[in-house]
Nanobody, 118 residues
Framework: QVQLVESGGGLVQPGGSLRLSCVAS????????MSWYRQAPGKERESVAG????????NYADSVKGRFTMSRDNAKNTVYLQMNSLKPEDTAVYYC???????????WGKGTLVTVSS
């Protein structure tokens, strides 16, 4: 059974930091590209960051460049999103996504809520 379980969300003040984690199971994690998406209230889901299968390359949305860092640990079947200098506009539900780059299988977690507010 495929599972992606996010954790680490919560309430943080502007300028603060959070580290999100996503633990995967039920598929060969190291063969999937991984991404973080977010969806703010009343808005469409948007891509935040992505990482290649071995972690050698990452990409980020312009809105988070220089503030967010995505990483993965294939030995632990886990991806992380380190979020620094958080802004109120970062408030959203953050979702973990796995996609096989060849066969196209695509999986989603249930999300973790991040609220940035004073």
């Amino acid at each position: 059974q495929v599972q992606l379980v996010e954790s680490g969300g919560g309430l943080v003040q502007p300028g603060g930091s959070l580290r999100l984690s996503c633990v995967a199971s039920g598929f060969t994690f190291s063969t999937y590209t991984m991404s973080w998406y977010r969806q703010a209230p009343g808005k469409e889901r948007e891509s935040v960051a992505g990482i290649t299968r071995r972690g050698g390359s990452t990409n980020y949305a312009d809105s988070v460049k220089g503030r967010f860092t995505m990483s993965r640990d294939n030995a632990k079947n886990t991806v992380y999103l380190q979020m620094n200098s958080l802004k109120p506009e970062d408030t959203a539900v953050y979702y973990c996504n796995a996609e096989h780059p060849v066969f196209g299988m695509n999986y989603w977690g249930k999300g973790t809520l991040v609220t940035v507010s004073s």
